[in-house]
């Protein structure tokens, strides 16, 4: 039984550039969740979906951010025209409809 | 959404020795939950307190959720170099976390 699934692993951007981060749940799991984590910071919530559906994206920045988690394939944070704040690890969680959260490894962002 | 206060920032522990990190809040909880994330790892969930004046031990992991709600702690004994991580709780409101800013734990051997 696969963990959160997020890749890829490490990704460098020059700024301007897109960043593609991936997150496949874990299988049962139908809910997704991505927080971002600054170096010595906790954990920011970001945006909640569920398939097709973005049911909280209060945590997102308001311009270049956008999420999905489309019926079929992972979830999808997608970042337009990076800048060094970008910055960050990006992790991604799943949970069954009740339940805890299972992290991803996380999206180490680098932006040069 | 809910502020989280965690202290001390920077824990560096002699092996064998006991150490305690809390995590406070200005207002009611609704359920805590503690991480361990280790250098360059993600978050492990570790544990989740829910009712008022709730204790649950993991080995050497003591977790306690204030009476009024509005506290938490960790305490460990013992402590060994798996120990060595950053221990983080957060507030579990309806289905979102709110983490504090963490306690980095080191150990010397």
């Known amino acids: 039984n696969a963990g959160v699934m997020q890749n890829p692993r490490h990704l460098v951007r020059r700024r301007g550039q897109e960043a593609r981060l991936r997150c496949s749940p874990m299988?049962?799991?139908?809910?997704v969740y991505w927080y971002r984590q600054l170096p010595e910071e906790g954990l920011k919530f970001m945006v909640y979906?569920?398939?097709?559906?973005?049911?909280?994206e209060s945590g997102m920045p308001k311009e270049r951010f956008s999420a999905e988690f489309p019926k079929e394939g992972p979830s999808i944070l997608r970042i337009q025209q990076v800048v060094r704040g970008d910055s960050a690890a990006y992790f991604c969680?799943?949970?069954?409809?009740?339940?805890?959260?299972?992290f991803g490894s996380g999206t180490r962002l680098t932006v040069v | 959404g809910q502020q989280v206060m965690q202290i001390p920032q920077y824990q560096h522990v002699q092996e064998g020795e006991d150490f305690t990190t809390y995590c406070n809040s200005s207002t009611t909880l609704s359920n805590i939950q503690w991480y361990k994330q280790r250098p360059g790892g993600h978050p492990v969930f570790l544990i989740q307190?829910?009712?008022?004046?709730e204790v649950k031990k993991q080995k050497r992991l003591t977790f306690q959720f204030g009476e009024a709600k509005k506290n938490s702690s960790l305490h460990i004994t013992a402590t060994q170099t798996t120990d060595v991580g950053t221990y983080f709780c957060?507030?579990?409101?309806?289905?979102?976390?709110?983490f504090g800013a963490g306690t980095t734990v080191t150990v010397r051997a």
């Open positions: 299988k049962g799991h139908s809910h």
């Open positions: 969680a799943s949970s069954p409809p009740v339940g805890g959260y299972t």
């Open positions: 979906l569920q398939k097709e559906n973005i049911i909280d």
């Open positions: 307190l829910v009712k008022s004046g």
């Open positions: 957060a507030d579990y409101n309806d289905y979102k976390l709110s």
